[in-house]
């Protein structure tokens, strides 16, 4: 039996099931988009859109959020937090810090806020100033030599040699020069009976006694102290500048202090600009002191970025060119140099410009400028190095915009988005325009599930600002657009929060504890994606026949297909309007001829793009005669 031989109908099939992310540049493919909003790389390799939004409560005016152990939220002088056991019940603490944009920085179960220099506690909301200053007022300020126990003395007899028949536990004052008597030359001595000879008590330290001085500082601070001569012929030299506390109570404090100056074997007494001095044998007399009121200060360094390591704060000023780091577990104590591991670092830097801001990623303290990057590394105070490397660094105002993300540092730098490893930095933001990444107001970063939500605000050349909040999937290196804004965002490691102005929102709703709620998540999702060029591929001799688009709804949804020709407008296509249920369609259409064509699919509700088939067909004539 003979069969007829039919001509062969040169017709081939392609089906895009693998779809990228979003593409500014001129390389764009036909499997990403050239413009796009609310979709998510969730499901790769389908396009879906986003997770709907839960809106948690109202907050107006937000000038910072953090989480440890729980939300805080800056609600202009008020503190908001809740914890991570009870996230509906907000605790609020009134009235404690100022009313600006802060820096906040957790340390231990204390949660650091910068430029107020405060510290909130997350185990009792307490809020205390990292920084403590005393004066004296119109009080009377004692000052006595005192020994490392703190013990003070009065002698009977002094004079340039020792009694003869001294009992035991005797004082003795021995002077060395008898124009000054009560100098640090001469020597304060005891008798001991069981070795028949004088020692020496060491004075070097200074006991300051006043009502309230103590309250506020703590052992081992180390204060400022102001207020005293420290002249050549004076008094007590030695003992203005930094000292450390080595005692303390409620009204008194112990510091040391080297002895020095003319009056030193006595008690002095400050009342204003008057002295009035009292030797060690229990002579008197007044002298002129300094106007300057008695002063001890805790002092706290003018810092712009924050961040912490290895239990030290550390921070960066523009105005010094300096970095700083706290003492070892104590963010309250800034100048402390007692030679030990424990001790506060301090450095100044030789690169220009102003510092940008300051992270931790991978045991390394990093601050950053706008082309360079300065490293510290080190387990002490003794070893601590710091090196620059000359790159790419953080973009002016986007010191927010840093976020470490799988051992990866990902910022926002002049040329764009970049990503550290330990090395040096690369960038990620290949396929966004470069130029609606510069020049940024304000650049805001958080983190969810390896996705880097990076908010940008910037002049648009109109009235409102270019606003945009980019996603990028840091597993499969894909870009995406949501909309909104999220002026703050607070990131918890399984649940990002972001503030839009008015309202605080969680990025996923099925992480909260209160999960099973519906209460606040949005109804529905504005969406829209146009593709690529497609048909650059394409042969001279053949031509795009018929397109099919297969779709999941997975909610009441409305779906407008739309195509633009060769650059031109956009027509419709069709349009879809799903109920309630899941439902999966699709959708075919036969194109024009055209060299290449671009697909808009836009409308309200959640959607799944899961493949895109296109048939080829050939563009020659006599398709249907016998080809040998």
């Known amino acids: 039996m003979a069969l007829a031989n039919r001509a062969g109908l040169k017709n081939t099939r392609t089906l895009l099931r693998a779809f990228g992310g979003l593409n500014e540049t001129y390389s764009c493919t036909e499997a990403e988009c050239s413009s796009g909003k609310n979709f998510s790389a969730r499901n790769f390799p389908a396009l879906s859109t986003r997770i709907p939004r839960r809106k948690l409560r109202t907050a107006a005016p937000v000038n910072g959020m953090y989480h440890l152990n729980g939300l805080l939220v800056v609600e202009g002088t008020n503190l908001c937090y809740s914890t991570d056991d009870a996230p509906q019940t907000v605790q609020t603490v009134e009235n404690v810090v100022t009313d600006s944009k802060k820096v906040l920085v957790g340390m231990g179960t204390k949660i650091i806020i910068f430029p107020d220099k405060a510290a909130f506690d997350t185990k009792d909301l307490s809020v205390t100033p990292l920084a403590a200053a005393w004066t004296n007022g119109n009080a009377d300020v004692v000052l006595t030599p005192c020994d490392a126990a703190g013990k003070t003395y009065t002698v009977k007899n002094r004079g340039p040699k020792e009694p003869t028949d001294p009992a035991d536990g005797d004082l003795f004052l021995k002077v060395v020069n008898s124009q000054v008597p009560y100098s640090s030359e001469s020597i304060l001595e005891i008798y001991s009976e069981a070795s028949g000879n004088w020692s020496a008590i060491e004075l070097n330290w200074c006991r300051i006694e006043c009502k309230?001085?103590?309250?506020?500082?703590?052992?081992?601070?180390?204060?400022?102290?102001?207020?005293?001569?420290?002249?050549?012929?004076?008094?007590?030299?030695?003992?203005?500048?930094?000292?450390?506390?080595?005692?303390?109570?409620?009204?008194?404090?112990?510091?040391?202090?080297?002895?020095?100056?003319?009056?030193?074997?006595?008690?002095?007494?400050?009342?204003?600009?008057?002295?009035?001095?009292?030797?060690?044998?229990?002579?008197?007399?007044?002298?002129?002191?300094?106007?300057?009121?008695?002063?001890?200060?805790?002092?706290?360094?003018?810092?712009?970025?924050?961040?912490?390591?290895?239990?030290?704060?550390?921070?960066?000023?523009?105005?010094?060119?300096?970095?700083?780091?706290?003492?070892?577990?104590?963010?309250?104590?800034?100048?402390?140099?007692?030679?030990?591991?424990?001790?506060?670092?301090?450095?100044?830097?030789?690169?220009?410009?102003?510092?940008?801001?300051?992270?931790?990623?991978?045991?390394?303290?990093?601050?950053?400028?706008?082309?360079?990057?300065?490293?510290?590394?080190?387990?002490?105070?003794?070893?601590?190095?710091?090196?620059?490397?000359?790159?790419?660094?953080?973009?002016?105002?986007?010191?927010?915009?840093?976020?470490?993300?799988?051992?990866?540092?990902?910022?926002?730098?002049?040329?764009?988005v970049m990503a550290w490893d330990g090395s040096v930095p690369s960038k990620v933001s290949e396929k966004l325009n470069t130029a609606r990444l510069s020049n940024v107001r304000a650049a805001v970063g958080g983190a969810l599930d390896g996705r880097y939500y990076l908010y940008l605000v910037r002049d648009s050349g109109g009235e409102k600002p270019e606003e945009r909040l980019l996603v990028y999937d840091t597993e499969r290196g894909l870009w995406q657009e949501e909309n909104g804004c999220s002026y703050e965002m607070a990131s918890t490691g399984g649940q990002l929060y972001l503030w839009d102005g008015a309202d605080i929102w969680a990025a996923d709703p099925s992480r909260e504890s209160d999960w099973q709620t519906t209460e606040g998540v949005e109804a529905t999702i504005p969406f829209e994606l146009i593709t690529g060029d497609i048909g650059l591929d394409g042969a001279e001799d053949r031509y795009l026949s018929r397109l099919t688009l297969r779709l999941d709804a997975d909610c009441a949804s409305t779906v407008a297909l739309e195509v633009s020709y060769d650059g031109g407008g956009w027509e419709p296509v069709a349009a879809w309007q799903v109920s309630g249920q899941r439902k999966n369609f699709d959708q075919s259409f036969v194109p024009r001829r055209c060299s290449t064509l671009r697909l808009r699919l836009r409308g309200e509700g959640q959607i799944t793009l899961r493949s895109l088939a296109r048939t080829i067909a050939s563009a020659r004539g006599g398709i249907l005669e016998q080809e040998v």
């Open 212 to 416: 309230g001085i103590g309250a506020d500082f703590a052992v081992w601070d180390t204060v400022t102290l102001s207020g005293i001569k420290d002249d050549d012929g004076g008094y007590w030299k030695g003992l203005k500048g930094d000292r450390i506390v080595y005692a303390r109570g409620e009204d008194w404090v112990q510091v040391r202090a080297e002895p020095g100056g003319d009056y030193f074997y006595g008690t002095l007494t400050k009342s204003g600009d008057v002295i009035r001095w009292k030797s060690i044998d229990g002579k008197g007399s007044g002298l002129e002191g300094s106007p300057d009121p008695f002063r001890l200060e805790r002092r706290v360094p003018d810092l712009d970025y924050l961040t912490e390591c290895d239990n030290r704060l550390w921070g960066c000023s523009k105005a010094e060119n300096a970095i700083y780091g706290c003492k070892l577990g104590d963010p309250t104590n800034w100048f402390s140099y007692r030679g030990i591991a424990e001790d506060s670092y301090a450095v100044t830097v030789g690169s220009d410009g102003d510092f940008t801001g300051a992270s931790t990623c991978l045991g390394y303290v990093l601050f950053f400028k706008e082309n360079c990057i300065h490293k510290l590394y080190g387990s002490k105070p003794s070893d601590f190095q710091l090196s620059a490397i000359r790159c790419r660094g953080v973009a002016r105002n986007a010191s927010r915009s840093l976020c470490v993300l799988n051992e990866t540092l990902y910022y926002l730098s002049p040329d764009g």
